[in-house]
């Protein structure tokens, strides 16, 4: 059973908007969430994160939310540039335990 | 420069072979991981380290094997007994920490095709 979902396969976004990534869990111990960005025939580069005594966490163009109530998480890229086109993970990890957990991940795709 | 290093880049496999793959790394991380891509799939978690000489079992360890002889070193082999290989792997490291604020570091993964 998957205790990361993001439920969206794929998005597409012209450049210049908002592109917004989504996350649910499952897993209520789960405290930290981190955001990975991949390109096709690399590996995984760390995004952003936040820990869940916040709701908000900002760098630059991305911005994560996490409502823990309803056991969302969600990213903000703007603007969005055709650079920002890859997959995006989100991933999270309980108290105590050092492993995260992965979604399936979602393309992004960003049009000029 | 410190990070991770998986080698080689891409590899071929016949079927019934034995593969290993390398993942070396030299940021002086006690954990390292390796992951499993497949489409659609997301990574999964196929074995896990601590510490030298000790690994476990992630979610799909079945036709799988690591060792840890070295801290910096933790090669995967991809046995026969792995019915569907294909697939790209990734291998990570982080701080053995329950610190949350740790992030893992990925190398640039193999990919590896049965022929």
């Known amino acids: 059973d998957q205790q990361v979902k993001q439920n969206s396969p794929s998005l597409s976004v012209q450049e210049g908007r908002i592109s917004i990534l989504n996350c649910d869990y499952t897993n209520s111990m789960f405290d930290y969430f981190l955001w990975y960005k991949k390109y096709p025939a690399e590996g995984p580069t760390f995004l952003i994160s936040?820990?869940?005594?916040?709701d908000k966490n900002e760098d630059g163009r991305f911005t994560v939310f996490l409502n823990k109530s309803a056991k969302h998480l969600s990213l903000h890229i703007v603007p969005s540039q055709p650079g920002d086109s890859a997959v995006y993970f989100c991933?999270?990890?309980?108290?105590?335990?050092?492993?995260?957990?992965f979604g399936r991940g979602t393309s992004l795709i960003v049009h000029p | 420069d410190g990070g991770i290093t998986q080698s080689p880049k891409y590899l071929f496999r016949k079927e019934g072979q034995n593969v290993t793959l390398s993942c070396e790394q030299n940021?002086?991380?006690?954990?390292m991981y390796w992951y499993r891509q497949d489409p659609g799939q997301g990574l999964r978690l196929i074995y896990y380290s601590q510490i030298v000489n000790d690994f476990q079992k992630g979610d799909i360890a079945e036709g799988y094997s690591v060792s840890r002889e070295k801290k910096e070193s933790f090669p995967l082999t991809v046995t026969s007994a792995q019915k569907n290989p294909t697939a790209f792997y990734l291998c990570?490291?982080?701080?053995?920490?329950?610190?949350?604020?740790?992030?893992?570091?990925f190398g640039q993964g193999t990919r590896l095709t049965v022929v």
């Open positions: 940021l002086n991380h006690d954990a």
């Open positions: 936040i820990s869940s005594i916040k």
């Open positions: 990570a490291s982080s701080k053995l920490t329950t610190v949350p604020n740790t992030e893992a570091f």
């Open positions: 991933a999270a990890k309980s108290g105590g335990s050092y492993i995260p957990t």
